[in-house]
Antibody
Framework: QLVQSGPEVKKSGASLTVSCKASGYTFSGFYIHWVRQAPGQGLEWMGWINPQSGATNYADKFQGRVTLTRDTSTSTVHMNLTRVRPDDTAVYYC??????????WGQGTLVTVSS | QSALTQPASLSGSPGQSITISCTGTSSDVGSYTFVSWYQQHPGKVPKVIIYEDNKRPSGVSNRFSGSKSGNTASLTISGLRAEDEADYYCLSYTRTSTRVIFGGGTKLTVL
C-alpha cells in the first residue's frame, strides 16, 4: 500500500513536500507516479520516478518546479513543488505503476495554498 | 500535452448500457501502448477498472469492458446500476512510454 503524509497549508511562493511511503512490495521494482486533482477538476499527471535508479520524468507544465526523490532505506518517495500558487491547491496522489496501470493509489494529500 | 478527449458528462437509466470514449492521437492512444480506465466516486481515491485496453482487475465487475481502435479507446458499462454513478478517467502512455496523459474525465449520472 501507499501511505501519504498529512494535509498542508502553504503561502504563495513557498515550497511544498508531500511524502509517499510504500509497503507490502519490493519498493525498487515499480515506478511511482504523482497525480493531482484541483477542486472540482480532473486528474492531472505530474511525473514519475524510478525508485531503483532515481530517474525521473516530469510533465512539461511542472518542469522546473517539481522534483521527485526517493529514499530506498525507508521506501519513501518525496514530491517537492516550489513557488506554489493558489492554483496549486489540490489533492495530490502518489500511485504505483504496475504493467501500464496505476495501482494502488495513496490516500491523497490535500494541499491548500493561500495568497 | 493536451488531455485526452472524453465527453464531459453522460447519463443512463438503470439496466442500460453506456459507452465512454477517449480520443487521443497517434502519439498516445493510437501508438503501441496501453489505455487504462479509472473510476472515482466523490471524495474517494481513483480505482483502476480496466487496464491494458481491455483487461479487468480481479474484483471488478464484468459489466465493465474496454476496447481500443485507432486513436480512440472506449469504456462500456452494461446493466447500469446506481453505484456506477461516478467520474471516469482514461489514461494513456505516450509512444515512447515516457509520459502519461489523462482524459478530461466523464461524469456519469444514473437516472
Amino acid at each position: 500500500q501507499l501511505v501519504q503524509s498529512g494535509p498542508e497549508v502553504k503561502k504563495s511562493g513557498a515550497s511544498l513536500t508531500v511524502s509517499c511511503k510504500a509497503s507490502g512490495y519490493t519498493f525498487s521494482g515499480f515506478y511511482i507516479h504523482w497525480v493531482r486533482q484541483a477542486p472540482g477538476q480532473g486528474l492531472e499527471w505530474m511525473g514519475w520516478i524510478n525508485p531503483q535508479s532515481g530517474a525521473t520524468n516530469y510533465a512539461d507544465k511542472f518542469q522546473g518546479r517539481v522534483t521527485l526523490t526517493r529514499d530506498t532505506s525507508t521506501s519513501t518517495v518525496h514530491m517537492n513543488l516550489t513557488r506554489v500558487r493558489p492554483d496549486d491547491t489540490a489533492v495530490y496522489y502518489c500511485a504505483r505503476d504496475v504493467n501500464w496501470r496505476l495501482d494502488p493509489w495513496g490516500q491523497g494529500t490535500l494541499v491548500t495554498v493561500s495568497s | 500535452q493536451s488531455a485526452l478527449t472524453q465527453p464531459a458528462s453522460l447519463s443512463g437509466s438503470p439496466g442500460q448500457s453506456i459507452t465512454i470514449s477517449c480520443t487521443g492521437t497517434s502519439s498516445d492512444v493510437g501508438s503501441y501502448t496501453f489505455v487504462s480506465w479509472y473510476q472515482q466516486h466523490p471524495g474517494k481515491v481513483p480505482k483502476v477498472i480496466i487496464y491494458e485496453d481491455n483487461k479487468r482487475p480481479s474484483g471488478v465487475s464484468n459489466r465493465f469492458s474496454g476496447s481500443k481502435s485507432g486513436n480512440t479507446a472506449s469504456l462500456t458499462i452494461s446493466g447500469l446500476r446506481a453505484e456506477d454513478e461516478a467520474d471516469y478517467y482514461c489514461l494513456s502512455y505516450t509512444r515512447t512510454s515516457t509520459r502519461v496523459i489523462f482524459g478530461g474525465g466523464t461524469k456519469l449520472t444514473v437516472l
